[in-house]
């Protein structure tokens, strides 16, 4: 029977330690990820010349950045983008770029706001692609006729009768996306760069603004490379789930087996572990040829003879295996109950509902045994009061015959 019972420990502890292995594995297949940084920078820079008009004024073709020019000398602007990105990771993918200028009316004196804006492609999109490389180099020149701009923005100007503040934005538009080795979602990189030019004034000051800023970034994705890693894990992980779960069944149908098989070892071992406070094993059953003998056909109708004479229930076991017996003895009484394997193989009844029934009882033993020696002092303290109310009753009595006694022989 221990042998068994410890083959049963086994197993428990065997699905409860594969369960928690599966529920391990399941995290780390799909709950837990691992994640690879892409690091990258870019280097921009915007370069400019301003062509003037023929004029009696300048020598020269051009002016370099940063001066006040006139507007109605401006003939074009010569404009160099350079952008420059470099990655910590190879990549394969697209890279598209173009170039817009867009025209703005904005509100006039500060006020935020916009009455119109067109855009106009100055360079039609250009898509190249990036074979096994770390690094993406644009270099890209454009010439934009500032005067064009400016009659668009002035023509505006007369039809609607207002007095807008104009720009010219004129920008570098630049989208790549490529995949790596490694990498579980494409590298997604966007920027532009823009050279901001005034419309609709008579100087254009140095206030041609450059938005060309570089850039440091990190881009955090899943690392590909420990994706069958986790597949394996998480497979791994249901198989030992499964695992677990048909052992349980297993050890739950075999133990329900073994109980109908062994029906009668089980039942007296629950017996024994239940009631053990009240169980006194002997070696020899007691004396009980000249007692009345009264034959009790349920354990737990010894429990309610034990709850009435207090005496304790003596177990023999007869035959190993086969036959127990249990008997209370008190005065010329006894009480005896035999537990006999072929009845419960006939009647196999004596489990769950007997037995609860049997530890109830045993549990209000000590409550009902608490209640009647509670009763038993209270009728104590009871007869303790009515003796000493007697005493009293008494004393008072033979007070008053004394004073009576007294009063009748002053009269004489």
Known sequence: ????????????????????????????????KEYIS?????????????????????NT????????YIANLINYLDIDFHYNLKLSEKINGDYTYSVIAKVKANKANGEK?????????????????LTN??????NENVKVDYNKYNDVLNSFKKEYGIVPEGLL???LNVESTGKGEVFTEPVDISSNLSLSIPLLEKAVEANISKNAKSNNNTITMIDRSYASYHKISGIAGLLLLLTSVLIFISTMLNKKKFNEENIFDVTLEKILSSHDSIIANVSTLPDISDMKLIEVTEFSELIDVYNEVRMPINYYNSKAGE????????????WRFILDKNSLENHKDYSSDQSNEV????????????????????????????????????????LKMARLKDSEDEKK
């Open 1 to 32: 029977m221990t042998s068994v019972k410890n083959r049963f420990i086994f197993r428990y502890i065997l699905i409860l330690v594969l369960f928690i292995l599966s529920i391990v594995l399941l995290s780390y297949g799909f709950i837990k």
């Open 38 to 58: 892409v690091n990258y920078s870019e280097n921009n820079s915007i370069n400019y010349k301003v062509y003037l008009n023929k004029n009696n004024y300048f």
């Open 61 to 68: 073709p051009y002016l370099e950045e940063n001066r006040t």
């Open 113 to 129: 706001g916009n009455y119109w804006t067109k855009d106009y492609v100055l360079v039609q999109p250009k898509k190249m692609n």
């Open 133 to 138: 490389k770390d690094v993406l180099s644009i």
């Open 169 to 171: 934005d004129v920008v």
């Open 323 to 334: 036959e127990a017996i249990f008997i209370i003895v008190n005065d010329n009484m006894a």
């Open 359 to 398: 530890s109830h009882k045993i549990e209000n033993v000590n409550v009902n045994n608490e209640n009647k020696e509670n009763n038993e002092n209270n009728e104590t303290k009871l007869g303790f009061t009515n003796r000493f109310k007697f005493d009293i009753d008494n004393t008072l009595t033979n």
